[in-house]
């Protein structure tokens, strides 16, 4: 359905230049032996530093530890081959291109490319791989490590809340923001707790009616007022209602017209202050790519957002909008979604997303 990293690494390697082969790549193909020393060669470190070698340098290197259990581990040796810098800037040249195709944010990639060349140059590599495998596990490593970063445990998170725990969630119409309620609700209901939702988009009936209908499937109470209520009304109601029945959890749904439009978001402030949600949910639709990433902003700057609902990654064209969009704005995932059925809901997992993103659906 989609290319995977993985197919445009292949397609890389089988439509570059001849400077990508392997024998002009490696450093020591025939020439260098086991017994070179790691180092760079005498003299390199005259050279002034490109561009990317000054922001490598800034970074904190990766604990050895970590990068010994990374995907290319066992392919960093104390002795084989190690790659020449200048093929390897095309090749890197390459690979951004294909990141970029993929939907993943330009910073996001730039983060990548740094941790790809970091996980190459100077390291030598077993003679029995070849450059592909050495690139792909590069490439996996710098990109687990930029979703690691985004794991949000959710379920430990609100063991440890106070009741009733106020979750609010906000996203533009039509991204999956109802449904992702829902799911949220049946999979809280399962665990034990009890839930309440909360209809504070009061713009359209159509919204109320649609989350009443979630509501029932799933078997939550659902606090609604009628059409043009005044939404941070209906939260407080459906937070006295959880206080007084000691319920568990409250969710609020929000309105999502334009996300340009003050009025929302002076509707969506608000509801913030009155309800004082211990956790604020963008969710952002992976098919919108960088408008989800400049929705996402302009929410976190109203309100303040605490973690990410990423939806309809079942048909995430490219498959790189988690990777993007998390990282850019600075917050983590909590869950994605993957189907319109009330389970298909998954907490975050950066392994899952990284075998996504490189197997993909045309593996
Ligand atoms: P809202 O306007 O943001 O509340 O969006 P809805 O929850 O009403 O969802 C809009 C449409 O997207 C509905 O048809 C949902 O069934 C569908 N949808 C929601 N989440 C997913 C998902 O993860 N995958 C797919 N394929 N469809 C989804």
Redesign the pocket.
């Known amino acids: 359905m989609f290319d995977s990293l993985k197919s445009k690494l292949k397609n890389i390697f089988s439509t570059s230049s001849p400077k990508l082969d392997s024998e002009s790549i490696f450093e020591g193909e025939g020439g260098i032996g086991p017994e070179e020393p790691a180092a760079a060669a005498p003299g390199a470190e005259e050279k002034p530093l490109s561009r990317k070698e000054q922001l490598r340098a800034g970074k904190q290197k990766k604990p050895a530890q970590e990068e010994a259990g990374g995907t290319g581990g066992d392919m960093i040796a104390s002795s084989g081959k190690k790659i020449k810098e200048d093929p390897l800037d095309d090749l890197l040249d390459e690979l951004e291109l294909a990141l970029l195709e993929s939907d993943v944010a330009y910073p996001v990639v730039q983060d990548v490319i740094l941790g790809v060349r970091d996980n190459l140059v100077n390291k030598k590599h077993g003679r029995q791989y070849t450059l592909e495998q050495v690139v792909e596990a590069a490439v996996k490593d710098s990109v687990r490590s930029v979703l690691r970063a985004n794991e949000f445990d959710f379920d430990t998170w609100v063991e440890g809340q106070p009741r009733p725990t106020v979750m609010m969630f906000v996203?533009i119409?039509?991204?999956?923001?109802?449904?992702t309620i829902a799911k949220i609700a049946k999979r809280l209901k399962d665990d034990g707790r009890s839930v309440v939702i909360a209809a504070c988009d009061t713009f359209r009936a159509g919204a109320i009616e649609?989350l009443s209908i979630h509501a029932e499937r799933v078997g939550v109470k659902i606090v609604k007022q009628g059409q043009d209520a005044d939404p941070s009304a209906v939260a407080f109601d459906a937070i006295e209602h959880a206080r007084s029945k000691g319920k568990d959890v409250v969710l609020l749904d929000t309105a999502?017209r334009m996300q340009t439009n003050s009025n929302l978001i002076d509707e969506m402030k608000k509801i913030a202050r009155v309800s004082k949600p211990a956790l604020k949910v963008f969710?952002g639709d992976a098919l919108a790519g960088n408008d989800a990433i400049e929705q996402a902003k302009v929410f976190d700057t109203a309100i303040g957002i605490d973690a990410i609902v990423l939806?309809?990654?079942?048909?995430d064209a490219k498959g790189g909008a988690a990777l993007s969009i998390a990282r850019t704005i600075g917050k983590p995932i909590a869950f994605v979604?993957?189907?319109?059925g009330y389970d298909?809901l998954q907490a975050f997992d950066s392994e899952w997303m990284l075998e996504r993103l490189f197997e993909g659906a045309d593996e």
Do not use: A, F, P
């Open positions: 996203g119409n039509g991204t999956g923001k109802t449904t649609q999502g969710v939806t309809k990654i079942d048909t979604s993957d189907g319109q298909d």
